[in-house]
C-alpha cells in the first residue's frame, strides 16, 4: 500500500494540521490530567508559591483508609454509583419515549423540541435557582401542588434533597439524550417501516424489530455519555443543597476538600493534593464502569448490526 | 544613522518607556480590590471608592464581589495569578495548636508562608486600631498581615417586641423561658423561629449560643475534644444534643430547612415568625425589609442559669490584605490609609454593624445599641478555634442541622454517640492508636 499523501510537504501537511488541535488537547486536556495525578503524590494546597512535597501514596491511603473519614467516602462513592444508575436509566428512558413522541406527524413537535431542549443551554446555576424558587417549601409552586393533594414536603430542605437532586439532573440533561435520539430515528429509512406494516407488524414489533436494533449507535452513545456524565456531577448539589453530611457525592467531595469548603461555613484548608487523589479514584471508577459498558455495547452493536 | 542603529535604538526606547510610565506614582492606577458580598457592606465600599478616586484623581478602583463562601478560592486564583492588589480576608482563625497534632494549617497560615501578603507591621494606620484586635486577629510570628474590621456576634436571636408583648411574653433568659416562650407562640399558631435553612449553615448559627452558653470557654472545649477531657456523648454533651434537638425540631418554624439564607431575615421582619436566631450581620436586612418593625436582640440563653447567658459568642470579621506581590503597592496602602481614617471607618461600622476595632469608633446602629449591654462578656466562639483531625468523620461537629427536619437524626443519644465515635476515629487516626 502507498502512503496517500505524496511525498516532501504533502507529506508534512496532515501532522501540521493536526498540531493546533493536539496541541490544544495537551494543554487543556492531557496535561492538567497528568498535573493532577502527579499533585495526588503530593500535600499540595493549591496555594501559589507555598512548599509542595512527594508523600507517596499518603494521600491515597487516606482517602481510602483512614478513620470514619475513608468510610465516609465509601458511601460517597455509593451514592454516586446510585446516583449514576438512577439518572443514566431514567434520562435514557425518558430521552427515548420523548424522542419517539416528538418524530411522530404530530403538531408542537417543534416547540416541543425546543422546550425539552431549553433547560441544556441553561448554565447549573440557573438550573438550580429555577428549582430552588420552584420547590421552596413555604407557599411555592411544588408545594401548592402537594398542599392540594393534602400532603407537605420540605423538598430541598428534607432528607429526600438527594432525589431531588436526581429528579432535577435528569430534567437538565435529558433534552440532549432525546436530540441524540431524535437524530438517530430519522436515519431510519421510511421504506423499513412500510415493509413491516404491509407484513402486518404491530406497533410494539415495529420499535422491536426496526427502530431498536437500527437506533443502536445513538442508544451506545446516549448510555456513554449519560454513564460518564452522572458519575462525574456534582454541581447541582453544590447549588440545590450545599454540603450537606450524608448527601454528597465523590465529585462534590472533591471539590470541597479542594477548596475547603466541608464545614457549611468556615472556609477550611485547602488539601489540593489530597482532592486530585480523591479525583484519581473518580477517574478509575468511570474508566472502569465506562470501559466496561463501551465493551458490552460495543459487542451488543456488533451481534446487531455486523 | 544606519539602519541597524536605528532598530536597537526603538528597542531600546520601547523598553524604557513603559517602565518609567509604570514606575510614575503620579501615573494613572487602576486599583484591584476584592470584597465578599455583604450589601450594606458593598454600598459603602462603592461610595468610598468613589470618594477615594475623587481625593486620588490618578487611581481608579476595580471593585470586584464574590459571595462569602468563594472568597477564599477567589483570593487564592487571584493572587496565584497577580491580578488583586487589595483583598477582603476574615480574621484570622483556627490556627493549629499545639495539642492538635497532624492538623492542616488554615489558608491564611499558608499564604502568609508562601509570602503572598505583605508585612504591614510598620504602617502609620495600624495605630487607629485596637491592638488586641490586631494581635487576635492579623498577627501571624509578630508580623502584622492584616488589620481587622470590626467583630460579630453570631450568638443571638432577634425578637418580635410587639408580638412579645401582645402575648405577655416576657424575653427569656433562661432555656426553659425559651422552651416555655416558643410554646405560646406555637399555640397560636405562630412560628417560633425561622433561619434560612436551604443553605445549610444559617440554621446552626444560632445553636452556637446554645453551645456556648453550656461550654462558656470554647477554646477549652476544643482542646477537651481533641485531648478527650471532653466527649461529645459525656452528661454536658448530652443536654447540648438534647436542646439542640429541641431546637431543631420544635421551635424552627415548619418549612425553615428550605429558606434561602438571604430570605430569612425577610420573613423574620415580616411578622411570620416570633423570632429569629441568627448573627448581628442580618440587622440591616431586617431594617432594610421593614424599616418601622420593632425588634430586639438577646443573648441565646441556652443553659438554665441567667448569667451563663449574658454574654455573646462571635468572631473576627473581614479585614484588609494587600498582595505582596501587588504592582501598585502604595495605591494599596492609600486605599487602607483613607479607609482607617477613624471618620471613614466610623461611617463604616455604621452602615454594616460591625463591633468596631478601632477603640475611638463608637456603637451608634440599633443592632450596637442591642449588643452594647453584654459587650464586655464578648468571646470568639467554637467555629473559630476548631480544626478537625485528619480522618475524622463527618458527623463529629455540635451542629443543630443533623437533627431532622434538617438531616436524619431524629434520636439525640445515637447522634451523640455517633459524633464521638467520629471524632475519636480520627484522633485514633492522629496519634496511631
Given at each position: 500500500m502507498t502512503y496517500p499523501f505524496g511525498r516532501g510537504w504533502q507529506r508534512v501537511t496532515p501532522y501540521l494540521l493536526l498540531a493546533p488541535g493536539l496541541l490544544l488537547y495537551f494543554l487543556i486536556a492531557l496535561g492538567p490530567s497528568l498535573a493532577t495525578s502527579l499533585y495526588s503524590f503530593t500535600d499540595a494546597s493549591g496555594?501559589?508559591?507555598?512548599?509542595?512535597?512527594?508523600?507517596?501514596?499518603?494521600?491515597?491511603?487516606?482517602?481510602?483508609?483512614?478513620?470514619?473519614?475513608?468510610?465516609?467516602?465509601?458511601?460517597?462513592?455509593?451514592?454516586?454509583?446510585?446516583?449514576?444508575?438512577?439518572?443514566?436509566?431514567?434520562?435514557?428512558?425518558?430521552?427515548?419515549?420523548?424522542?419517539?413522541?416528538?418524530?411522530?406527524?404530530?403538531?408542537?413537535?417543534?416547540?416541543?423540541?425546543?422546550?425539552?431542549?431549553?433547560?441544556?443551554?441553561?448554565?447549573?446555576?440557573?438550573?438550580?435557582?429555577?428549582?430552588?424558587?420552584?420547590?421552596?417549601?413555604?407557599?411555592?409552586?411544588?408545594?401548592?401542588?402537594?398542599?392540594?393533594?393534602?400532603?407537605?414536603s420540605e423538598f430541598l430542605g428534607s432528607t429526600d434533597a438527594f432525589w431531588w437532586v436526581i429528579f432535577v439532573q435528569i430534567w437538565a440533561n435529558m433534552g440532549i439524550t432525546m436530540i441524540i435520539f431524535i437524530a438517530g430515528l430519522q436515519t431510519i429509512s421510511v421504506d423499513l417501516y412500510e415493509a413491516a406494516n404491509i407484513d402486518g407488524a404491530s406497533a410494539w414489533q415495529r420499535f422491536r424489530f426496526v427502530t431498536w436494533p437500527l437506533l443502536t449507535p445513538s442508544v451506545n452513545t446516549n448510555l456513554i455519555l449519560n454513564i460518564i456524565g452522572s458519575l462525574q456531577a456534582w454541581q447541582l448539589f453544590l447549588v440545590l443543597t450545599g454540603y450537606r453530611q450524608g448527601t454528597q457525592v465523590l465529585g462534590y467531595v472533591i471539590y470541597a476538600q479542594g477548596f475547603g469548603q466541608t464545614s457549611g461555613s468556615v472556609s477550611n484548608a485547602f488539601r489540593q493534593g489530597y482532592a486530585a487523589a480523591a479525583s484519581i479514584v473518580l477517574f478509575f471508577l468511570v474508566l472502569i464502569i465506562g470501559m466496561t459498558a463501551q465493551y458490552v455495547l460495543r459487542r451488543r452493536e456488533e451481534r446487531l448490526l455486523g | 544613522m544606519n539602519k541597524f542603529r536605528l532598530i536597537a535604538l526603538t528597542l531600546v526606547l520601547a523598553l524604557i518607556l513603559p517602565l518609567g510610565v509604570v514606575s510614575a506614582q503620579d501615573g494613572p492606577v487602576t486599583l484591584r480590590v476584592l470584597i465578599h458580598q455583604n450589601p450594606p457592606m458593598v454600598e459603602f465600599i462603592e461610595e468610598f471608592n468613589a470618594r477615594f478616586t475623587e481625593a486620588n484623581p490618578n487611581i481608579t478602583v476595580d471593585l470586584s464581589v464574590v459571595n462569602a463562601n468563594?472568597?477564599?478560592?477567589?483570593?487564592?486564583?487571584?493572587?496565584?495569578?497577580?491580578?488583586?492588589?487589595?483583598?477582603?480576608?476574615?480574621?484570622?482563625?483556627?490556627?493549629?495548636?499545639?495539642?492538635?497534632?497532624?492538623?492542616?494549617?488554615?489558608?491564611?497560615?499558608?499564604?502568609?508562608?508562601?509570602?503572598?501578603?505583605?508585612?504591614?507591621?510598620?504602617?502609620?494606620?495600624?495605630?487607629?486600631?485596637?491592638?488586641?484586635?490586631?494581635?487576635?486577629s492579623g498577627m501571624y510570628n509578630d508580623t502584622v498581615y492584616a488589620?481587622?474590621?470590626?467583630?460579630?456576634?453570631?450568638?443571638?436571636?432577634?425578637?418580635?417586641?410587639?408580638?412579645?408583648?401582645?402575648?405577655?411574653?416576657?424575653?427569656?433568659?433562661?432555656?426553659?423561658?425559651?422552651?416555655?416562650?416558643?410554646?405560646?407562640?406555637?399555640?397560636?399558631?405562630?412560628?417560633?423561629?425561622?433561619?434560612?435553612?436551604?443553605?445549610?449553615?444559617?440554621?446552626?448559627?444560632g445553636a452556637y449560643g446554645l453551645l456556648g452558653s453550656l461550654?462558656?470557654?470554647?477554646?477549652?472545649?476544643?482542646?477537651?475534644?481533641?485531648?478527650?477531657?471532653?466527649?461529645?456523648?459525656?452528661?454536658?454533651?448530652?443536654?447540648?444534643?438534647e436542646r439542640m434537638q429541641i431546637?431543631?425540631?420544635?421551635?424552627?418554624?415548619?418549612?425553615?430547612?428550605?429558606?434561602?439564607?438571604?430570605?430569612?431575615?425577610?420573613?423574620?421582619?415580616?411578622?411570620?415568625?416570633?423570632?429569629?436566631?441568627?448573627?448581628?450581620?442580618?440587622?440591616?436586612?431586617?431594617?432594610?425589609?421593614?424599616?418601622?418593625?420593632?425588634?430586639?436582640?438577646?443573648?441565646?440563653?441556652?443553659?438554665?442559669?441567667v448569667e451563663d447567658n449574658q454574654g455573646w459568642f462571635g468572631k473576627y470579621d473581614q479585614g484588609w490584605a494587600i498582595a505582596a506581590g501587588s504592582p501598585n503597592v502604595e495605591a494599596a496602602l492609600l486605599y487602607l490609609e483613607a479607609f482607617s481614617e477613624p471618620e471613614n471607618y466610623q461611617a463604616f461600622v455604621d452602615a454594616v454593624g460591625f463591633i468596631p476595632t478601632q477603640p475611638t469608633a463608637t456603637l451608634n446602629t440599633k443592632i450596637g445599641g442591642e449588643i452594647a449591654q453584654y459587650l464586655d462578656n464578648f468571646r470568639v466562639g467554637y467555629e473559630q478555634y476548631w480544626v478537625a483531625p485528619t480522618g475524622v468523620g463527618q458527623w463529629a461537629s455540635p451542629f443543630a442541622s443533623f437533627f431532622a427536619p434538617f438531616n436524619e437524626w431524629d434520636d439525640a443519644a445515637a447522634l451523640a454517640d455517633r459524633a464521638q465515635s467520629d471524632l475519636q476515629s480520627g484522633l485514633d487516626e492522629v496519634s496511631g492508636s
Open positions: 496555594v501559589a508559591g507555598a512548599p509542595v512535597n512527594f508523600i507517596g501514596l499518603e494521600n491515597y491511603r487516606e482517602f481510602l483508609f483512614a478513620g470514619q473519614a475513608a468510610r465516609d467516602n465509601i458511601d460517597a462513592l455509593g451514592r454516586t454509583i446510585i446516583f449514576s444508575v438512577v439518572v443514566s436509566s431514567a434520562q435514557f428512558g425518558l430521552g427515548l419515549l420523548v424522542a419517539i413522541l416528538l418524530t411522530q406527524q404530530l403538531p408542537g413537535t417543534r416547540f416541543f423540541r425546543t422546550l425539552f431542549f431549553m433547560p441544556v443551554i441553561l448554565g447549573v446555576v440557573i438550573q438550580g435557582l429555577i428549582w430552588r424558587l420552584f420547590l421552596y417549601p413555604l407557599g411555592g409552586p411544588a408545594s401548592k401542588i402537594v398542599e392540594m393533594f393534602g400532603g407537605y | 468563594d472568597l477564599a478560592t477567589v483570593t487564592q486564583t487571584r493572587l496565584s495569578a497577580g491580578d488583586i492588589d487589595v483583598i477582603d480576608i476574615f480574621g484570622f482563625s483556627n490556627s493549629v495548636q499545639p495539642y492538635m497534632s497532624g492538623a492542616t494549617p488554615p489558608n491564611w497560615q499558608v499564604m502568609i508562608e508562601a509570602g503572598l501578603l505583605l508585612d504591614l507591621t510598620d504602617q502609620p494606620f495600624l495605630a487607629n486600631y485596637d491592638p488586641v484586635s490586631i494581635q487576635d488589620i481587622n474590621l470590626g467583630r460579630v456576634v453570631y450568638s443571638g436571636i432577634y425578637y418580635n417586641k410587639d408580638m412579645f408583648t401582645e402575648f405577655g411574653v416576657e424575653i427569656p433568659t433562661t432555656w426553659d423561658e425559651l422552651v416555655a416562650a416558643c410554646e405560646v407562640f406555637t399555640a397560636e399558631g405562630i412560628g417560633c423561629m425561622t433561619a434560612g435553612g436551604a443553605d445549610g449553615w444559617p440554621i446552626f448559627v461550654f462558656p470557654d470554647q477554646a477549652a472545649y476544643v482542646e477537651g475534644l481533641w485531648t478527650g477531657d471532653i466527649k461529645f456523648n459525656d452528661e454536658q454533651s448530652m443536654v447540648m444534643w431546637y431543631a425540631r420544635d421551635m424552627m418554624e415548619r418549612g425553615a430547612s428550605g429558606i434561602p439564607g438571604d430570605a430569612a431575615p425577610g420573613r423574620f421582619a415580616s411578622g411570620a415568625v416570633a423570632m429569629f436566631p441568627g448573627g448581628s450581620w442580618y440587622a440591616s436586612a431586617i431594617e432594610s425589609a421593614e424599616p418601622d418593625f420593632d425588634w430586639g436582640y438577646i443573648p441565646f440563653p441556652g443553659s438554665d442559669v
